[in-house]
């Protein structure tokens, strides 16, 4: 009977995940265009990604198991995690924008694991100007932040399928004013993708909910942003003949236009990890200057010492500057 439950977990999480797929290679892409739908949803802190190791990917982490970062990826890779586990990063993001991701997960009884997150950033302080540009001498200065907070339930659907959900309280505020919604994740991931344990596959929907109250709630018209909200799929495959993991994702957003990432670790040096990226999400930031090349690039590596892994992740956001992660993960 087990048996039988495994072939139809598997079958079934194949034919999502490649529906999934098919329906992203059929979204047309328009290069140089700016979507329409570009800058019609609030909560941009949650578009951030997180994770040193995930980032130096590419981002390309929806099918990457046996690591906390996979919680905010895709919540049913948390069922692959042994023990407890934790997760602690920072995030220097450009100009005077700070953030930072904590998680753990554990063992509950022979139900699953569970988990619980929590992601902030603070903009820093603005300069705070009329209409005619003139400092307001009285109240100077203004600043902002994003705040989310998390739980997390993952299991195993027979042998080689996993199943996870992730339930969030989301506030955004600047100024003395704030939103405030609620959003779930869901996702599977299939391990032994074709019938090794060298390939696995994974899809996700992330921020599907609704927000509760606008930054406008005190005036007659309450406008309300709405969640960036997508689908994520993709598969990461451990090469027999190199020393190295590959991670491909589709990545299709509601206020963008599909995007891939694609991602590298080298792990023949360990207990050193050497990490490359690469999103066509980067073509955002491309202004046409001599930088324009590293656009959508990520690198990064990874440590292990003693219980720990010591991540860090560089991304160069162009001429708007770049970013710097650091994230710490292991046991407890």
Sequence with gaps: MNNFFDRMSRKTAVLIIIFAVLMMSNIP?????????????????????????????????????????????????????????????????????????????????????????????????????????????????????????????????????????????????????????????????????????LTNAGVS???????????SAASDYSHKDKLPTGVRAGVSHSLRELPVIVSLNGVYPNDNDLYISAGLEFYKLEPLYLRLGYSTFGQNYKTGSDRDGLGGFAFGFGLDYKQLQISYAFMPYLDLGSSHRVTFTGGF
């Design 205 to 215: 929907v992330y921020n599907f909910g609704g927000v509760l109250s606008g930054f």
């Design 29 to 197: 892409i328009n290069a140089g265009d700016i979507n329409k739908n570009a800058g019609t949803t609030g909560f941009s802190f949650l578009k951030q990604g997180v994770g040193a190791r995930a980032v130096s990917l590419g981002g390309a982490f929806v099918s990457i198991a046996g690591d906390p970062s996979i919680i905010y990826y895709n919540p049913a890779g948390t069922a692959h995690l042994d023990g407890r586990q934790f997760l602690a990063g920072y995030h220097n993001y450009v100009l005077d924008v700070q953030s930072g991701f904590v998680a753990a997960t554990m063992p509950f009884k022979t139900y699953g694991n569970i988990g619980l997150f929590i992601s902030y950033m603070n903009f820093g302080e603005f300069i705070r100007t009329d209409v005619n540009g003139v400092v307001d001498n009285a109240d100077p200065t203004f600043s902002g932040g994003d705040f989310l907070i998390g739980a997390n339930y993952s299991r195993f659907i027979g042998s080689f399928l996993s199943a996870g959900i992730n339930a969030k309280f989301i506030s955004e505020s600047a100024d003395g004013y704030s939103s405030q919604a609620i959003a779930v994740d869901f996702g599977l991931m299939l391990t032994n993708f074709f019938g090794d344990s």
